[in-house]
């Protein structure tokens, strides 16, 4: 039973309208899959949670059906090489995800025999799983009463109590109007169906109001201002970092690469040879901070934009008859690039230095 207070208009009809309008999504059991007997699994739910997180339902897509033909059990994903993980991983950025992604599969795997907890503390308690990865699971895979808020849900909850707190501040708020809101019965399909209204229909500019199934109740279309909220504050003004990347290319074809440090900025991910840039400092911009003596030739640029900072690396290339000795980096055949643990902004760094890299017949 859904139940209304003065504070909480009733979840009915929004779990009304999610019966008819849902969206079909390739780890969402949906109320008719429900009403057939299909249960949700929580690896299923936990490794497109994770996914998702800064990441739209579209991106993830094709990386879910990847993990998911590569590894469809948690003990598959913890037993798979780490390098394996983090290639299958390059492309979907916030590379940090993917180091827990697997360090909690380990955990589950080891200490849990390969089932997930079912309760928000218990999954709390696993490498990488926080307050929203914890609510998000044990509502949709344990149908727990657990309060889940992602971006979606922020616009709706702000919206329908016109709460004028700005975020991030406003968070604490809204998620004890969220856990005032979500009913015992069907919690997981409550969350679902409040972040498909906020991708759809309470969307972050000309919301449909006139579809929405709380338009009876919600505060900020009273107040016929609707794109007023969440209210945010003002955002501070994103540094620029500056570096320089290195495309050092043999003539049977071999890239040097190398791998970057496990912790940190797109830890353990591969590169091409870069300067010391930071988030918070800059890197040498000129051929003389090369890995090795050659003719480097300055090829252009690339521009790439992290969550706090953003990055531009002076992009320098040579051709060398054979491949040389370093240290701590490899010789990969071009060809064999897109198997390689590259983040987006290497990607660009290659495709600068040579614009066929990643469309060249595999070997």
């Known amino acids: 039973m859904t139940s209304t207070t003065p504070d909480a208009p ?3 009809p929004l779990l009304d309208w999610y019966d008819r309008h849902h969206r079909d999504l390739p780890w969402r059991v949906s109320p008719p899959m429900a009403a057939r007997g299909v249960r949700a699994d929580p690896y299923r739910v936990w490794l497109s949670e994770v996914m998702l997180q800064q990441t739209t339902v579209q991106a993830v897509k094709p990386y879910f059906a990847n993990f998911l033909a590569r590894w469809p059990t948690v003990r598959d994903l913890a037993e798979a090489p780490n390098d394996d993980v983090m290639a299958a991983w390059a492309g979907l950025g916030y590379y940090a995800r993917a180091r827990n992604l697997k ?4 955990a589950v795997a080891t200490q849990h025999d390969g089932v997930f907890p079912d309760t928000e503390d218990s999954l709390k308690s696993l490498p990488g799983i926080g307050d929203y990865t914890a609510a998000a699971v044990a509502a949709i895979a344990f149908n727990r009463q657990a309060a889940v ?3 979606n849900v922020e616009r709706v909850i702000s919206r329908l109590y016109a709460i004028a707190t700005p975020l991030p501040a406003g968070k604490l708020l809204m998620k004890q109007k969220v856990a005032l809101l979500t009913p015992a019965d069907r919690p997981g399909d409550f969350a679902q169906a409040m972040m498909d209204l906020g991708a759809t229909i309470c969307t972050p500019k000309r919301p449909a109001c006139s579809l929405c199934p709380f338009r009876g109740s919600c505060e900020a279309l009273r107040l016929h201002d609707p794109e007023q909220f969440p209210v945010k504050a003002a955002k501070k003004e994103r540094p620029v970092r500056r570096g320089a990347a290195f495309v050092a290319v043999t003539a049977d074809g071999e890239i040097l690469l190398q791998r970057r440090i496990a912790s940190g900025l797109l830890g353990g991910m591969t590169e091409v040879p870069t300067t010391a840039w930071t988030s918070r400092a800059d890197g ?8 090795f003596p050659a003719q480097w030739e300055p090829c252009g640029s690339v521009i790439h934009v992290f969550t706090h900072f953003e990055l531009r690396l002076s992009i320098y290339r040579t051709a060398i008859p054979s491949r040389i000795q370093t240290d701590d980096k490899w010789w990969e055949p071009v060809t064999n690039l897109e198997a390689q643990a590259l983040p987006t902004i290497m990607k660009k760094a290659i495709a600068t230095a040579i614009p066929l890299a990643f469309a060249m017949p595999k070997g």
């Open 149 to 151: 808020m992602d971006g």
């Open 10 to 12: 009733s979840a009915t």
């Open 284 to 291: 040498e911009t000129s051929a003389d901070a090369a890995p």
């Open 103 to 106: 360090k909690c599969a380990e």
